[in-house]
């Protein structure tokens, strides 16, 4: 199973910036997400979605925060919005299969002005 992670970037405060996450797998997968890790802090979630588009955030990123997945279930966006600059992190996608948990490499969001 391979991820690539797209969209990362620097945006100022109050920006937005769109993520994106394709799995490639033959196996079946059920929840996708998004996690994030700042320097120093552990990896923490930031929202995941489900087979049935059932959605989960923590909440400092609620109603700033869109997880989406496309039709085919492979891939899945993160749309953030009012960007802070606590939200800088790197941010990794994450896919749980029927073969296991897997992660991408992982995206440089930096938002600063």
């Known amino acids: 199973v391979q991820l690539q992670a797209s969209g990362g970037g620097l945006v100022q405060p109050g920006g937005s910036l769109r993520l994106s996450c394709t799995a490639s797998?033959?196996?079946?997968?059920?929840?996708m997400g998004w996690y994030r890790q700042a320097p120093g802090n552990q990896r923490e979630l930031v929202a995941t979605?489900?087979?049935?588009?059932?959605?989960n955030y923590i909440e400092r990123v609620k109603g700033r925060f869109t997880i989406s997945r496309d039709k085919g279930l492979n891939t899945v966006h993160l749309q953030m919005n009012s960007l802070k600059p606590e939200d800088t992190a790197v941010y990794y996608c994450?896919?749980?299969?029927?073969?296991?948990?897997?992660w991408g490499q992982g995206t440089q969001v930096t938002v600063s002005s």
């Open positions: 994450n896919a749980q299969t029927t073969s296991g948990v897997y």
């Open positions: 797998s033959k196996f079946t997968i059920f929840d």
């Open positions: 979605i489900n087979r049935g588009e059932t959605t």
